[in-house]
């Protein structure tokens, strides 16, 4: 049990996971009272002296907590979470007073091994790499200093007040001392000097960003708003007090010189001002790293709200990260319903700097620009060159103007389209899209060049597996069981069709000769016949449900197949079949997941790689792909996933567990009688569609 008086640490769910533990706040009856537990507060603010007395004469232990080196998707001023804390039983690791439970564990080496050091070296090159920092919300990559043919040092100034300073056994002067011995030690370069930016607004005040001198032409101020890890690459040598910035210079392996006494000095691998006799062993970056950032402090996951390990967190940043470059100033987002802008702009952010919905190509005319993109649905008809007027692009600018189509991906959601139910994956495809055979689009490039690694082929087959076992889908409706193939002699083999809607585009770009449901039907039953099968025809569920074309009457379609059913889980009938026909649904990848034979009557992105047979042939499809080569590029590598509990970035793998969850909670629901009733589906439904058209008019 643990105790605390601030109102901050009682409220943030987080904190009991991460300690282990219930957090309550202290009421006046409790202070009083209070003879077991643990008492916590955070760092060594002034407002927990009077708990940490409190903790001292009832004879309890005090556990000062902090945000951990790595803590946030973006900021906490944004409204983030943290997902790391530091929990110290000594001290905390700013204080240099006196030892802390991280300055004890580098002062003692046996809890250091050789994977440890691998794993904290692979850590610091995914962090170096993808530029992760403390706060992960400014963009990276862009940033860039003026041309200089001089060495260039970074100076790191604080906001005033900060408890590191004090506790780091450094004051105001130090900053003064700083900034001198980087003007007077380099005396051939350029010295930058970090301010925060709200210093420079007036907002805050900091120690050097208020005094600087305007007379010396080597200093120079850097105020904006950039992602510190993007700076490295630009100095030699970085200057601090106790500022994390030193620590992060580390990782790049950049000469830190410290003026103050942080938990990094004292160890061999900075140039020290302020000396710390405690501190007797020498480590290196690896160590260093794996005691602060792997040992001393703990994690949580953003999406689970489990406790997991710091790879784990690193995954979900360099997700955030790869779609946070924009490619595009303007993306005007042109014919999509207001239902489907609730959840695009998610999607989609990171393509432009600014995403404007527009109604119409004459609309888009009149605001486009040079620089600017396109985004539609799918296949809609689009043409860059009907821009091209007097208030629009001229033909040349047309021609370089980006296009993206997008469309439902294949891990979707928990439910239909049909029922608005808002799509937890989406493709963005800037050179066709997956299911147009008529030409290339991103995934089929990547299918026929993208050279995987053995992780990457690891994580396919991987992939497939939690997809097996998690019995995951497209749309993961929860069926009927039933023996589909009940009627099937034992010696018979058991074929599957699964219908389309026959208004779908991939039928139209994908099928060009099958592409309705009832010319399938004939096709197999034309192919299979003389041969010893038993034939099950699948609708489609929006065909059976939402009244989509494509209806076939049973009694037609008994004329070429044995059974039709409805209502079953998709997964059920793959599971128990030995052979599924398909024009172009995307049955046939999740019948491969499953290894069944699979034939194609279309040109779906999953055939012309050697692991279907194919009644087709396209040309420009070259390569010859495994199985777990298809899976990684079409689900890890093709794809955008959204986690909507917390609207950011996610991986297929997290889409998949949510998705599992979600479906286990429908069938709790329904085995308890909780079913919902038609009318409250429609209902439900309506809720659905204002929530969404709220979101959409806010945006």
């Known amino acids: 049990m643990f105790y605390t008086s601030s109102s901050g640490i009682s409220s943030a769910p987080e904190l009991s996971t991460l300690l282990g533990g219930d957090v309550h706040r202290l009421s006046w009856f409790r202070k009083k009272s209070l003879q077991q537990g643990t008492v916590i507060g955070w760092g060594m603010k002034e407002n927990t002296r009077k708990v940490r ?53 580098l002062n003692n080496k046996l809890w250091l ?96 960003g208020n005094n600087l001198p305007n007379d010396n032409p080597r200093i120079h101020v850097l105020a904006d708003k950039v992602n510190a890890q993007s700076l490295f690459p630009w ?115 990171g393509l432009g700097r600014d995403i404007q919905f527009v109604s119409s190509k004459r609309a888009l005319r009149k605001r486009i620009q040079p620089g600017d993109g396109v985004l539609v649905w799918g296949m809609k008809g689009f043409n860059a060159r009907s821009l091209v007027s007097s208030n629009g692009l001229s033909e040349s600018e047309s021609n370089k103007l980006t296009v993206w189509r997008m469309e439902d991906g294949f891990i979707r959601s928990c439910g239909l389209g049909a029922e608005l139910r808002r799509p937890g994956s989406l493709v963005i495809d800037q050179q066709g899209i997956y299911y147009d055979a008529t030409r290339p689009s991103v995934l089929e490039q990547a299918l026929n060049t993208l050279q995987l690694s053995d992780q990457e082929k690891e994580r396919g087959q991987k992939l497939q597996s939690l997809l097996l076992s998690r019995r995951i889908s497209k749309y993961n409706l929860a069926g009927q069981p039933q023996d589909v193939f009940a009627g099937a002699k034992p010696n018979q083999r058991k074929v599957l069709i699964t219908g389309q809607v026959d208004s779908d585009a991939s039928l139209k770009y994908g099928s060009p000769e099958t592409f309705s449901n009832i010319d399938l039907l004939k096709k197999v039953s034309s192919y299979l016949k003389g041969q010893n099968v038993y034939i099950v025809y699948k609708p489609h569920p929006d065909v059976v449900q939402a009244g989509r074309a494509g209806h076939i009457a049973e009694s037609e379609a008994l004329q070429f197949v044995n059974r039709v059913v409805t209502g079953v889980d998709i997964f059920d009938c793959l599971e128990q079949c030995d052979e599924l026909h398909v024009m172009s649904s995307q049955a046939g990848f999740e019948a491969l997941l499953q290894n069944k034979a699979v034939h194609c009557w279309g040109m779906p992105f999953y055939a012309g790689w050697g692991l279907t047979t194919d009644h087709l042939s396209c040309e420009r499809r070259t390569a010859c792909r495994t199985l777990e080569e298809l899976v990684y590029i079409a689900l890890c590598h093709y794809p955008r996933y959204i986690n909507w509990n917390t609207c950011r970035f996610t991986s297929p793998e997290n889409q998949i567990l949510q998705l599992s969850r979600e479906r286990q909670e429908k069938q709790a629901a329904r085995k308890a009688g909780k079913e919902d009733s038609p009318f409250t589906k429609w209902l439900s439904r309506k809720k659905r569609k204002a929530t969404f058209l709220m979101e959409a008019l806010a945006q």
Not at 81 to 95: M, Q
Not at 136 to 144: A, D, R
Not at 149 to 156: E, G, Q, S
Not at 262 to 267: A, C, I, K, L, T
């Open 235 to 349: 100095f030699s040598k970085v200057y601090v007090v106790t500022s994390q910035l030193g620590f992060e210079a580390l990782w790049h392996r950049k000469d830190v010189v410290c003026f103050g006494l942080p938990f990094y000095s004292g160890w061999g691998l900075t140039d020290d001002r302020v000396p710390c006799p405690r501190r007797k062993q020498k480590h290196t970056i690896e160590s260093l790293f794996a005691a602060a950032c792997l040992h001393y402090t703990r994690y949580i996951h953003p999406e689970t709200g489990q406790r997991c390990e710091l790879e784990g967190v690193l995954d979900l940043i360099v997700l955030q990260r790869r779609y946070q470059q924009p490619q595009v100033n303007t993306l005007y987002a042109i014919g999509f319903s207001l239902w489907k802008r609730a959840f695009v702009s998610r999607f989609a952010q």
């Open 113 to 208: 091994n050789w994977d440890l050091l691998q794993r904290s070296r692979n850590l610091l090159d995914t962090i170096c790499r993808h530029q992760i920092s403390k706060y992960n919300h400014e963009p990276v990559g862009s940033y860039k200093l003026p041309v200089s043919d001089k060495p260039r040092v970074l100076v790191v100034d604080q906001t005033f007040g900060d408890c590191s300073i004090q506790y780091g056994m450094a004051n105001e002067s130090s900053f003064q001392a700083m900034l001198d011995a980087a003007l007077t030690e380099n005396p051939d370069a350029e010295v930058w000097v970090k301010v925060h930016p709200d210093v420079v607004l007036g907002k805050k005040k900091g120690y050097l």
């Open 53 to 105: 007395e409190l903790a001292c004469n009832a004879g309890l232990p005090f556990w000062h907590l902090e945000d951990g080196f790595i803590s946030y998707l973006g900021h906490p001023s944004l409204g983030d979470r943290r997902f790391s804390l530091i929990v110290d039983k000594a001290g905390i690791y700013y204080d240099g007073t006196r030892p802390s439970d991280l300055e004890n564990l």
